[in-house]
């Protein structure tokens, strides 16, 4: 019921910073959990970061703890992710993802029912 629209990706140096959005529209967008995704080349995907559906409770992988951000505005039907002090390890596809459950974002055995098409981040050195 939940369709996802991915955008705010690009190609940045080193240190500089990007925010990322991922616009939802179909459904109840307020009552949903999300959160972000990445998978680069010959990697597997994984977990970035999650966000409740209130707004209130994140969770963050350890690899951009401190440096990424993730917040939501429910009025605007919009999940964001404050990129900082991006490295070049950084480098991927980022996918956004939205489930009833929050559980479903976080475990790492969660298969979330929404996704978005994915948008390219590039750091270079």
């Known amino acids: 019921q939940v369709q996802l629209v991915e955008s705010g990706g690009g190609l940045v140096q080193a240190g500089d910073s990007l925010r990322l959005s991922c616009a939802a529209s179909?459904?109840?967008?307020?009552?949903?959990?999300g959160g972000w995704f990445r998978q680069a080349p010959g990697k597997a995907r994984e977990f970035v970061a999650a966000i409740d559906w209130s707004g209130e409770h994140t969770m963050y992988a350890e690899s951009v703890k401190g440096r990424f951000t993730i917040a939501r505005d429910n009025a605007d039907n919009t999940i964001y992710l404050q990129m900082n002090i991006l490295k070049p390890e950084d480098t991927a596809v980022y996918s956004c993802?939205?489930?009833?459950?929050?559980?479903?974002?976080?475990?790492?055995?969660?298969?979330?029912?929404?996704w978005g098409q994915g948008t390219q981040v590039t750091v270079s050195s």
């Open positions: 993802a939205a489930d009833r459950l929050y559980m479903a974002i976080w475990r790492r055995d969660g298969n979330p029912d929404y």
């Open positions: 179909g459904g109840t967008f307020s009552k949903y959990a």
